[in-house]
């Protein structure tokens, strides 16, 4: 069974940091692209970040290019998410998902197997 899980979102002070995982069962996340998507209420789900299955490419939304930074681990079948420097803006419940083609997009209708979310919230 294919799955995929998000973990490690919770609630933290503006200028913080958080660390979200997208771990994979079933399948062999190495041999996917990954992105990372999030939804805040009443708004489209949006792309924040993607990688290579190789881990050597990835691309960042304009919104938080410097703050994040993704990586993975294919041995650990583990996809991370590392956000600094959090913002209230970056409040959303953060996903993760597949993409079954060699190159990065930012269009949630691009990609095929999703986790079932982490939330992140950013307050004082």
């Known amino acids: 069974q294919v799955q995929l899980v998000e973990s490690g979102g919770g609630l933290v002070e503006p200028g913080g940091s958080l660390r979200v995982s997208c771990a994979a069962s079933?399948?062999?996340?190495?041999?996917?692209?990954i992105g990372w998507f999030r939804q805040a209420p009443g708004k489209e789900r949006e792309g924040v970040s993607c990688?290579?299955?190789?881990?050597?490419?990835?691309y960042y939304s304009d919104s938080v290019k410097g703050r994040f930074t993704i990586s993975r681990d294919n041995a650990k079948n583990t996809v991370y998410l590392q956000m600094n420097s959090l913002k209230p803006e970056d409040t959303a419940v953060y996903y993760c998902?597949?993409?079954?083609?060699?190159?990065?997009?930012?269009?949630?209708?691009?990609?095929?197997?999703w986790g079932q979310g982490t939330q992140v919230t950013v307050s004082s």
């Open positions: 990688i290579s299955s190789s881990g050597r490419t990835t």
């Open positions: 998902a597949t993409r079954h083609f060699a190159y990065c997009s930012g269009d949630p209708r691009d990609y095929d197997d």
């Open positions: 079933g399948f062999i996340l190495g041999s996917y692209y």
